[in-house]
Nanobody
């Protein structure tokens, strides 16, 4: 059972990036997915979550309007579209899967490896 976040990279301030979360060993569409991030020297923080059908989403207050979570169950992938990126968005971004949407990392049953996003000019 594995979860893998991908799509990270170097982007300039104001730019956009789309992250993907894919699963192997289990059916992703049976799970709610959460995105979290951990900036250098800081703790892991909640970013967003989406329920199994994609009908319900929730965001950290500070990120509303800039980040959009979505899922394509046919492709077994969950996305995090990030726009108007700021240097303070620099972090390792992780996805996690569980039966219900949660805003805590250990509230998820499966927790994956991250992808690094660097926002810098």
């Amino acid at each position: 059972v594995q979860l893998q976040a991908s799509g990270g990279g170097l982007v300039q301030p104001g730019g956009s990036l789309r992250l993907s979360c894919a699963a192997s060993g289990f059916t992703l569409d049976d799970y709610a997915i959460g995105w979290f991030r951990q900036a250098p020297g800081k703790g892991r923080e909640f970013v967003s979550t989406i329920n199994r059908s994609g009908s319900s989403t929730y965001y950290a207050d500070s990120l509303k309007g800039r980040f959009t979570i979505s899922r394509d169950n046919a492709k077994k992938t969950v996305y995090l579209q990030m726009s108007s990126l700021k240097p303070e968005d620099t972090a390792i971004y992780y996805c996690a899967a569980g039966p219900n949407s949660r805003s805590t990392w250990y509230g998820y049953e499966h927790r994956g490896q991250g992808t690094l996003v660097t926002v810098s000019s």
